[in-house]
């Protein structure tokens, strides 16, 4: 049985997941506008991805016999100033939900639950190959620079990425 605590903040986590999935979609569209549909395609694999965690979540509050609180899901950002600009929030972003993570396995620990800890620790993994997923794309952005070749390059390969549900 999930403890009450342990229940309210996964369902805030849920809730954050969504705005991710939500901010990535934001993005996707500012970049498919700006005809970069590579940048659009990896941006939109983001999204699923935030929706899937999400969802990984609200199952696992099931699974323990929780309930589920949907509450609403603020407006995300939808003005940028370049691709850099974009990939910056991103990298901003995810290194707040591995905050996020972290605060949950504080609660974890205190709460002595042992099997909400095992379970969060797939998300500490994810978080840190999200942050290097992201931080390699926004060191290759500051090292295109304006070579539109460069960006050309990068779009038809970040084209190339696909959602694929993690085994678990």
């Known amino acids: 049985m999930i403890s009450e605590k342990m229940n309210v903040v996964l369902n805030e986590q849920v809730n954050a997941e969504m705005f991710s999935s939500y901010l990535y979609l934001a993005m996707s569209a500012w970049f498919s506008q700006r005809s970069l549909p590579g940048f659009a395609n990896w941006m939109r694999v983001q999204a699923e991805e935030e929706q899937f965690h999400a969802m990984k979540i609200y199952d696992y509050i099931l699974e323990r016999g929780g309930s589920i609180e949907l509450k609403s899901i603020d407006k995300p950002e939808t003005k940028w100033e370049s ?3 974009v990939i910056g929030d991103v990298v901003a972003h995810e ?41 390699e ?20 390969e970040l084209g190339k990425r696909v959602f694929t549900p993690p085994v678990a």
């Not at 504080?106 to 931080?135: C, M, R, T, Y």
């Not at 539109?148 to 390059?153: L, R, V």
């Open 83 to 85: 691709p850099l600009d």
């Open 95 to 135: 290194a707040k939900v591995t905050g996020l993570i972290n605060d949950l396995m504080e609660v974890a620990i205190a709460q002595k639950d042992h099997a909400a800890n095992i379970f969060l620790q797939w998300f500490v993994h994810e978080q840190v190959e999200e942050e290097d997923s992201v931080g």
């Open 137 to 156: 794309v926004c060191d290759r952005l500051k090292m295109i620079g304006n070579d539109s070749a460069g960006m050309f390059a990068m779009d038809l």
